[in-house]
């Protein structure tokens, strides 16, 4: 199916998310949607699956024109799209995940909605069990299933919101090629939202690029990482060399620890973090990773073994000691752990930094958090409600939230969703922390980003933590390997 993209505009207030946008899409392609964070991506795709109605401009498909007043239209139009976070029923089975948004006069018997479901999904390569419930599925099974709902509901432009964070190398490949196929013998038009470069070179066959609310510019894949990176911000950031500011005393130690989640438990861990050091986790989402994070920050408490901070004995402490001991955890869920959707930023501002006394003083904390807006360079004001700002702007204000100075710092997915100078900027001021003598503990989907980042790693998997690695000496395929459970 062909899409125009007719001089769209959309406007949240002052903001100018989509300034006069036009594109052509053909059928069978595949294209790289870029552009730094706030560029207008999602609000774009959004307007085209009908999640947003543009305040002007047109859509044509098929040199029809179109408006949608809901993703269900755009959908019965023929435009799908999947988003980061899937928008499934957690209670549900697959089958009847899979059967959401039929019109209900067209009675599919169960069996034959679940043979229906086999089928196709044996034709892309993917094993779902239609009795499972979705809460038992991994993210990638999750898309999976999404990608099967949208194209029995006979999608032909398929949109996906960077779809490959939390899942493995194996299942993103598994998801690369049934969309190749999807697009180079069905026809589907397919564009891809993403800031992993080189997943936009392996993948598309055209690079799309947004900057500030504008369409910049379009290049043919084959193409170089920097010619890519020097559309997205008009200059090439140099390569950071990586410092290690390692010093001799450790930080945090844990011995014989063990700990239990709701479906895992995890055993023996026994891992020093010196201070000033930069140890990097990897392992699939659920491999036990996360908790770990949790329990250093006493967010679950340890069964056995013993915790050190410091050289001060903190495995009882709770969550809010460990805050006192000057413990920080930024958690993945950016609105459902870390920011709560509704409050603005200088709100969030009051509840992180709580004063003495009972009368809140709004004049600074207003002043402080402009301060820090301008510090993480947050495409905001201080009352805007955190729910409003892009992806990669919420995870700045995440780090804007953060006290200092700060011994130990929990992240998970530090840089998930950041465009690529934003992550480096990110990561040059955690090492301006680290530099001051603090460490940080995090786990990252992203291969690369452990062995570049971190001084040490190790892996998880199945709750069991793999032999420590130097990152110096090993490589993303190494780290792999690890996940896979191999020692
Ligand atoms: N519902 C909303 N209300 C107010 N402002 C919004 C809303 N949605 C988006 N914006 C603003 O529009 C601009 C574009 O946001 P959009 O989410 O489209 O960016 P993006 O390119 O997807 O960025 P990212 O890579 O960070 O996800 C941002 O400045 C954002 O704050
Ligand atoms: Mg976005």
């Excluded at 998801?175 to 800031?195: D, P, Q, Y």
């Excluded at 992180?352 to 809140?360: E, H, K, S």
Aim: glycine letters at 10%.
């Amino acid at each position: 199916m062909k899409v125009a993209i007719r001089d769209i505009r959309k406007y949240f207030g002052q903001v100018k998310a989509n300034d006069g946008i036009s594109l052509v899409l053909e059928p069978g392609q595949i294209y790289g949607l870029l552009g730094e964070n706030g560029a207008g991506k999602s609000t774009l795709m959004k307007i085209l699956s009908g999640y947003h109605q543009p305040d002007s401009g047109q859509i044509e498909l098929d040199d029809k024109d179109v408006k949608f007043s809901s993703p269900a239209e755009a959908l019965a139009n023929g435009v799908g799209m999947i988003y980061q976070d899937p928008l499934d029923v957690p209670s549900m089975r697959a089958v009847e995940n899979y059967l959401l948004g039929r019109d209900s006069r067209i009675n599919l018997a169960y069996s034959g909605a679940t043979s229906e479901m086999i089928e196709n999904a044996s034709q892309l390569g993917f094993e779902i069990d239609p009795q499972a419930f979705i809460d038992t599925l991994s993210i990638g099974e999750r898309q999976q299933l999404e990608l099967l709902r949208l194209l029995a509901l006979g999608a032909e432009v398929l949109i996906l919101d960077e779809p490959t964070t939390g899942i493995s190398a194996d299942q993103k490949e598994g998801l690369f090629t049934s969309i190749r196929k999807l697009a180079k013998e069905s026809g589907k038009t397919v564009i891809l939202v993403s800031h992993k470069l080189s997943e936009v070179q392996e993948l598309c066959d055209h690079v799309l690029v947004l900057c500030k609310g504008k369409f910049v510019g379009a290049v043919d894949i084959p193409c170089s990482t920097e010619r890519l990176v020097q559309l997205m911000f008009k200059e090439i950031p140099p390569r950071s060399s990586r410092v290690s500011y390692i010093r001799e005393q450790n930080l945090l130690e844990l011995s014989q620890v063990e700990f239990e989640g709701e479906r895992l438990t995890v055993t023996e861990i026994n891992l020093n973090v010196r201070a000033g050091e930069v140890f990097g986790l990897a392992g699939l989402e659920g491999s036990g990773q996360k908790l770990l994070l949790q329990a250093c920050a006493g967010l679950i408490q340890p069964k056995r073994g013993k915790i050190i901070l410091d050289r001060e004995d903190v495995t009882r402490f709770s969550y809010h000691q460990m805050r006192a001991a000057s413990v920080a955890y930024l958690p993945a869920g950016r609105l459902e752990e870390g920011l709560v959707a509704g409050l603005s930023l200088t709100e969030h501002m009051a509840l992180a930094r709580p004063q003495q006394g009972f009368v809140v003083d709004w004049n600074y904390f207003q002043r402080e958090t402009q301060s820090q807006i301008d510090k993480y360079q947050i495409v905001g004001r201080p009352e805007t409600l955190v729910h409003e700002l892009s992806g990669g702007n919420q995870q700045r204000a995440l780090f804007a939230l953060l006290r200092s100075p700060l011994k130990l710092l929990l992240l998970e997915h530090p840089t998930r969703g950041l465009d690529v100078l934003s992550a480096q900027w990110i990561w040059q001021l955690l090492v301006n922390r680290v530099e001051e003598g603090g460490s940080i503990l995090f786990y990252s989907a992203d291969l690369d980003e452990l062995v570049e980042r971190s001084d040490r790693i190790a892996a998880f998997s199945g709750g069991m933590m793999s032999r420590i690695v130097t990152a110096t000496e090993t490589t993303a395929d190494e780290i792999g390997h690890l996940i896979g459970g191999e020692q």
